[in-house]
């Protein structure tokens, strides 16, 4: 099975981690005969995909359309937001937790 990577900073999202699906296909109208091309999934992480949402809008129709759905679902409910201030929360632990004493004299709690 290939990985899924995150289409924007290229982070691994593993079976069951939270992420954001895009899919596509493409079908022909009014043409016979009908033809529909296989469809294609592109995921983000959840930083991405909040940062998407909450960033400019994007260059290019296929970006735009893209934009305004992840940006429907980020704005809905605050679940994917949860998600990515987790996950940034995980990481700045981690790198905070080998060098604790260097770092800013203020107190500090990981974990
Ligand atoms: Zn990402």
Partial sequence: MQPILCLRCRREIETGDKSVAVYMFAQTVGVRPKQKSTASRVSFCPQCAVSLAMGLP????????AWEMIRDLVSAEPSLNE????S????????????????????????
């Fill in 83 to 86: 998600a990515a201030w987790e």
């Fill in 88 to 111: 940034l929360r995980g990481v700045i632990g981690l790198l905070s937790s080998g060098d604790e004493r260097e770092s800013s004299g203020r107190n500090r709690r990981v974990g």
């Fill in 58 to 65: 994007p260059e290019g129709a296929l970006n735009m359309a």
